[in-house]
């Protein structure tokens, strides 16, 4: 009895200290819509009947320099940017620069859209990201736009192109980097802004995070891990680029702009992303044009992502690039399917100073080094002690032989003592291995919380960027984590009974060997505080 309520007593300090150690998440609910004008997504023009299809097309691929090479003639830095073009141009036509997301890079990534504008009669350019100072861990946004610049001079520059009706198109993550372009730059006539986050990159990797969480259905104790990911700031510049705010480019940018959003897309804040640009661009909505696309997801497509984008988009955008003017007029601004936005993507809590950027890694670390410095006192200690037992039996056994060798007139006999059946030690023999024994078994107990916790993650994750649902592997893991940490609960407490009833004798190899179960103990416990932090111990608190 005594032990159920020392691991109850344990799992719930446990729980709590995972509890507070960290921010919590409590996303602001979204009361506000977006009033569609009409459920047809249809943009009217100058061009009259559907744009796409009009010509015939024709592709090449040309090599834009970035970085010149130096005096030496070496260390150029190029890009390949595709070309579409119309056939059969009688004047020179508008033209567009495609900025990639985060998910492209290749220039033949938007081929699609490039085919389908050049043949509306829009010139298309789609250059390769640069990928040489692009990283997960590092980007930068102004640089990136600087690159872009490269490709928005050459179709300037193109004698089929009319450089007053050059614009961009950008998807995702290129939605943050057109505005930096557009600002105060009159060589950009409009901006397309497709599945634009709007927010800081931090603000909607949270809210996409909590929408896919929610979506796949995992219990709510989890999500704490939201802010505790999300909102740790690094050290050296590391993700700097998550606090990138675009407002203050958005508020230079005067040039009409396209929104469009698929209804389908948790990860974007449809509803609160386009509010952000009306509020910020000069003239508020008056340039803005926004469409939504029912069941579209972050791509424009229906299904996954080999699947055609929506045509009726393609068709849409084409009208609008061919005269954005003209489409304000016709109208209407916002029209679509209505889209559902349940949370504020907002600023996301950082955590303390123990669990914030480079400590996350420190912490478990250190926990880990503790745990090897522990395991190797306790064998080093152990093997020491038993060199010394050795030596105690032999030098006990060599004493009694001689005594035994001599009977009582003087002489000498025989000595029948075994040094293999000398007595031993009993704290040697029983305790050690007993000792040894229970501290594997809260070591095995503990990595066996840590690794599936991580697999819990990971598993949740790919079928969150899945769309994906599956009750028995999202609640049946939760259960296997927490039972397996209550399990290392108690498998802790057996070993520290054991090191408490252990002797202290034996010198400094006993101190030894009782001082490394105390740092394994330390580096457990420090594990078991980490898996804590990350949702283990949870449905308690």
């Known amino acids: 009895m005594r032990t159920a309520w020392a691991v109850l007593i344990s799992v719930t300090v446990l729980a709590l200290v995972g509890a507070a150690a960290g921010p919590r998440w409590n996303p602001v609910p979204l009361s506000a819509t977006v009033g569609v004008a009409s459920d047809s997504v249809a943009v009217e023009g100058s061009t009259g009947a559907s ?62 859209h490039a085919e389908a504008l050049a043949s509306a009669g829009v010139v298309a350019l789609s250059p390769s990201k640069r990928l040489d100072t692009y990283s997960t861990l590092e ?7 600087a690159d872009y610049a490269r490709t928005l001079a050459l179709a300037l520059q193109l004698p089929e192109v009319d450089p007053a009706r050059v614009g961009l198109y950008a998807e995702s993550e290129g939605a943050w980097i057109a505005p930096i372009l557009a600002a105060d730059n009159p060589d950009v ?26 979506a796949v259905g995992v219990p709510q104790t989890f999500l704490r891990a939201i802010p505790r990911a999300t909102g740790a700031h690094w050290p050296a510049g590391v993700l700097s ?68 984008v929506v045509p009726a988009f393609l068709d849409g955008l084409a009208t609008w690039m061919l005269d954005p003017a003209a489409a304000e007029a016709a109208g209407p601004a916002v029209a679509g399917a209505t889209p559902e936005q349940i949370h504020l993507a907002s600023a996301v809590p950082q955590p303390r100073w123990y669990a914030d950027g480079e400590m996350m890694l420190r912490v478990p670390m250190i ?10 006192a306790l064998l080093g200690g152990s093997v020491a002690l038993a060199a010394t037992e050795r030596r105690r039996r032999r030098g006990a056994v060599a004493t009694a032989g001689a005594d035994a060798a001599r009977d009582d007139d003087g002489g000498v006999v025989a000595s029948s003592v075994d040094p293999d059946d000398a007595d031993l030690d009993t704290s040697v023999v029983g305790h050690a291995p007993r000792l040894v024994r229970r501290l594997v078994a809260f070591a095995v107990g503990t990595l066996a919380v840590v690794l599936v916790l991580a697999s819990y993650i990971v598993v949740v994750a790919q079928l969150a960027l899945s ?44 101190f030894v060997r009782v001082a490394g179960g105390w740092l394994i103990v330390a580096g457990l416990l420090g594990l078991l505080v980490v898996s804590a932090y990350w949702g283990a111990f949870s449905p308690v608190s």
């Not at 980007?139 to 736009?145: G, L, P």
């Open 139 to 145: 980007r930068d946004y102004v640089a990136m736009a």
């Open 367 to 376: 926990s880990a080094g503790v745990l090897v410095g522990g395991l190797l």
């Open 51 to 112: 744009a796409v299809g009009r010509y015939e097309t024709v592709s090449r691929i040309v090599e834009v320099e970035l970085v010149p090479a130096g005096p030496d003639g070496d260390g150029a830095i190029t890009t390949d940017v595709l070309i579409v073009t119309p056939v059969g141009l009688e004047e020179p036509a508008p033209a567009v620069v495609f900025l990639h997301g985060a998910g492209t890079g290749s220039a033949a990534a938007f081929t699609e």
């Open 467 to 510: 769309y994906s649902t599956n009750g028995v592997v999202v609640w049946g893991g939760w259960v296997l984590v927490q039972a397996l940490a209550v399990i290392s609960v108690w498998l802790g407490l057996r070993a520290v009974r054991r090191l408490v009833d252990e002797r202290r004798g034996h010198g400094i190899p006993g």
């Open 241 to 308: 680029y998550a606090d990138f705010d675009v407002l203050p480019y958005l508020e230079r940018t005067d040039q009409p702009i396209f929104m469009a959003y698929g209804t389908a897309d948790l990860s974007m804040p449809t509803v609160q992303g386009p509010q952000i640009v009306r509020g910020a661009i000069p003239g508020g909505g008056e340039r803005l044009m926004l469409r939504y696309y029912a069941g579209a997801n972050h791509g424009i497509r229906i299904g996954d992502a080999t699947a055609p």
């Open 189 to 214: 006539a409009f901006v397309a802004l497709i599945s634009a986050p709007v927010v800081t990159p931090r603000q909607q990797g949270a809210f996409a995070v909590d929408a896919y969480l929610r």
